[in-house]
């Protein structure tokens, strides 16, 4: 079984959520990246994704990024920030495991995803 970042919380001062702590997530980051060093395949929102690697040029960073469909951008965040022409949803996961869903809107917007609503495949 693959490392998880289901059990990550991602603190918010707003609803005064305390998130994990940045050393257990940055171990949590470290093997899910040692596990995954060219693609992630992830569950979410009743789909299978596959999201492509982006590393840095020095190799020092990395996150995972994919195109998704746009009704699920719609099931979890409406249709608020997408373009009426041609609306394209992206889902990036960053090296230190936080979930973001984007719009190809020219104001960018990114929401927050739960880590928990993610299954690594």
């Known amino acids: 079984m693959k490392s998880q970042i289901s059990t990550l919380i991602k603190g ?12 257990a997530r940055n171990e949590i980051a470290k093997k899910v990246i040692s596990e995954n060093p060219e693609k992630l395949r992830i569950f979410f ?11 840095s040029k020095s190799k020092k960073s990395v996150c995972y990024h994919a ?3 746009v009704h699920l951008y719609v099931k979890y965040f409406g249709t ?8 394209k949803a992206y889902l ?24 928990s609503e993610i299954t690594i495949l």
């Not at 918010?12 to 959520?17: A, I, L, Q």
């Not at 929102?45 to 590393?55: A, H, R």
């Not at 608020?80 to 609306?87: E, I």
């Not at 990036?92 to 880590?115: F, H, L, V, W």
Request: charged share 25%; proline share 7%.
């Open 92 to 115: 990036t996961i960053n090296g230190d495991m936080t979930c973001i869903m984007a719009t190809n809107s020219r104001k960018p917007m990114c929401q927050y995803i739960k880590e």
């Open 80 to 87: 608020f920030g997408l373009p009426k022409n041609d609306p």
């Open 67 to 69: 195109e998704v469909p």
């Open 45 to 55: 929102g009743g789909e299978t994704i596959e999201l492509k690697v982006n590393w």
């Open 12 to 23: 918010d001062h707003r609803e005064n959520v305390i998130g994990t702590s940045l050393e």
